[in-house]
């Protein structure tokens, strides 16, 4: 059987794509081993999580043409590993301060050590780096103070929630009018229910604090996607319990009016870039 990588759902008319203003992005990484997201609007370059080591996200921005020296800032969703790895190698070597909230910076210090500086943002509160407005939200995830982020520039919204376990209103509220996604499609509940987790695991897994299934991404999708969102970018697909041809066939379910492009991150190697 032919595994498909994308599915295109009608046809897409690209808008004009305003290089100087909009957003661009690439999924360096995706997965339990590891997340990292590259973004920039060409002005300002961000990662938001560093979860490989400092040595393969330097690899995988040279695969997609950035070079490191000129990221500005990691911003970090939550401390488990697979999303700051990286963090305290990147940000002293290149000089980039590392952003998060006070409690995910707290416990992910042991990780990080001492980055070249540390930035402060709390969780509904927005920022901005260079002309990027960045609006961190809290997200259902069992870690100290996990968060989602909508990042802003010219016409783009590029929305990323990857690493929750449901999706509250407030997540969806937040979602609504991106042009651009990175959602989570955790697993499969048959797989997982059969695959070779230990009990406990299964259930943190498919609890409230754990992560998104397939038939969860596809509902929240059906919920937010609007007339913009061009382009959708599945992660945190586990290698054991779910495949990426039954997230995508689940998850364009939730796209049959829509010209919107959906395709699946690996942890493996970077995604092309998408303009949104
Ligand atoms: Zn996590
Ligand atoms: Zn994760």
């Known amino acids: 059987m032919k595994i498909p990588q994308e599915v295109q759902a009608g046809s897409v008319t690209p808008e004009p794509f305003d290089k100087t203003k909009n957003i661009y992005f690439s999924v360096l990484a995706s997965g339990s081993t590891g997340n990292s997201i590259f973004v920039s609007n060409n002005n300002t370059k961000i990662l938001i999580d560093a979860g490989l080591s400092g040595a393969e996200i330097q690899k995988r921005l040279a695969i997609i043409g950035e070079d490191p020296e000129n990221i500005q800032a990691i911003i970090i969703t939550h401390e488990h590993t697979d999303h700051v790895k990286g963090a305290g190698v990147l940000s002293r070597r290149f000089k980039i301060p590392v952003y998060g909230n006070k409690r995910t910076l707290s416990a992910s210090a042991s990780c990080i050590k001492t980055p070249c500086e540390t930035k402060f943002f709390e969780s509904g509160t927005p920022f901005f780096i260079g002309e990027m407005r960045i609006n961190p939200f809290s997200i259902s995830h069992d870690a100290s ?110 796209l049959n009016n829509h010209n919107s492009r959906l395709l699946n991150a690996t942890d493996e190697k970077p995604t092309s870039i998408f303009q949104i």
Do not use: M
């Open 145 to 254: 103070d996990p968060c989602g982020f909508t990042i802003k520039s010219g016409n783009s919204k590029l929305g990323i929630a990857t690493d929750l376990g449901t999706a509250t209103a407030l997540v969806k509220t937040r979602l609504k009018n991106c042009t651009g996604l990175v959602l989570e499609a955790n697993h499969d509940p048959y797989l997982l229910a059969t695959g070779p987790y230990p009990w406990s695991l299964k259930q943190r897994v498919k609890g409230r604090t754990g992560h998104l299934s397939n038939e969860e991404a596809r509902d929240l999708l059906g919920e937010i996607a609007g007339k913009n969102l061009k382009n959708i970018i599945l992660g945190h697909l586990s290698k054991e319990n779910n495949c990426p041809a039954k997230a995508l066939s689940i998850v364009s379910q939730a």
